[in-house]
C-alpha cells in the first residue's frame, strides 16, 4: 500500500499562487493514476485534478486553467500548482491513489493522505 504526505499548504491572498507537493512512499507511483481533491468546511470532498500515468491530466470545471497537476516519476511526488487563487479554493488539499472506477468519485481511489490546509484571503 502506497503512503501519502502532503506539503505546500498556507495562507495566500487572492490572485496568488502556490504549489502542493503529495510525496509517496511504499511503491512506485510511475504506473498509477494519481489524484487531488479537496474538502470545505460543511462540504463533501471535491475532485480537483487527476494525472494518469500516460501524462495526460483531468480537472474539474471549478480548477480548469487556473490549477495544474504534474508529477515527478523520479522523486516519486505529485504537485499541484494552484494559480489565481479565490477565496473559494479554500479548503484540506488530498492527494489519493486512484484504483478503479470514475476518477472523479473519492470511492474510486484507495489511498489517501492526511491533507493540507489551503486558506485563500479576500
Known amino acids: 500500500q502506497v503512503q501519502l504526505v502532503e506539503s505546500g499548504g498556507g495562507l495566500v491572498q487572492a490572485g496568488g499562487s502556490l504549489r502542493l507537493s503529495c510525496a509517496a512512499s511504499?511503491?512506485?507511483?510511475?504506473?498509477?493514476?494519481m489524484g487531488w481533491f479537496r474538502q470545505a468546511p460543511g462540504k463533501e470532498r471535491e475532485f480537483a485534478g487527476i494525472?494518469?500515468?500516460?501524462?495526460?491530466?483531468n480537472y474539474a470545471d471549478s480548477v480548469k486553467g487556473r490549477f495544474t497537476v504534474s508529477r515527478d516519476n523520479a522523486k516519486n511526488t505529485l504537485y499541484l500548482q494552484m494559480n489565481s487563487l479565490k477565496p473559494e479554493d479554500t479548503a484540506v488539499y488530498y492527494c489519493?491513489?486512484?484504483?478503479?472506477?470514475?476518477?472523479?468519485?473519492?470511492?474510486?481511489?484507495?489511498?489517501w493522505g492526511q491533507g493540507t490546509q489551503v486558506t485563500v484571503s479576500s
Open positions: 489519493a491513489a486512484y484504483y478503479r472506477g470514475r476518477y472523479y468519485y473519492a470511492d474510486a481511489y484507495n489511498a
Open positions: 494525472s494518469w500515468s500516460g501524462g495526460s491530466t
Open positions: 511504499g511503491r512506485t507511483i510511475s504506473s498509477s493514476a
